[in-house]
């Protein structure tokens, strides 16, 4: 059984910046605000606080690129991963 991961943005430290909008489409979406929000699956933007969401199996290695991109240490990427 594989560990299922999610996602979420910390609106504190987001810098609309559009890295994780770049590296992973098929979970983060720019909202009128100018800032990324993750996306469920069937593409509806979560802009609730702390809002949360499932990776899809297929866009892990671009989530894991953006997180690294954006400065989270790698040792710190595990089952959960937060911006």
Same mark, same amino acid.
């Given at each position: 059984?594989?560990?299922?991961? %999610?996602?979420?943005?910390?609106? @504190?430290?987001? &810098?609309?910046?559009?890295?994780? $909008?770049? /590296? *992973? %489409?098929?979970?983060?979406?720019?909202? +009128? @605000? =100018?800032?990324?929000? $993750?996306?469920?699956?069937? =593409? /509806? #933007? #979560? &802009? *609730? &606080? *702390?809002?949360?969401?499932? $990776?899809?199996?297929?866009? #892990?290695? /671009? $989530?894991? !690129? *953006?997180? %690294?991109?954006? =400065?989270?240490? !790698? !040792?710190? #990427? =595990?089952? /959960? +991963?937060?911006?």
């Amino acid at each position: 059984m594989t560990a299922q991961h %999610r996602v979420w943005i910390d609106q @504190d430290l987001c &810098t609309g910046d559009g890295i994780c $909008v770049q /590296e *992973a %489409r098929d979970v983060f979406e720019f909202d +009128i @605000d =100018g800032l990324a929000y $993750v996306k469920n699956a069937d =593409g /509806e #933007l #979560l &802009t *609730a &606080t *702390a809002a949360q969401t499932d $990776v899809p199996a297929g866009a #892990l290695v /671009e $989530v894991v !690129e *953006a997180a %690294r991109l954006r =400065g989270v240490d !790698e !040792e710190d #990427l =595990g089952v /959960e +991963i937060g911006f």
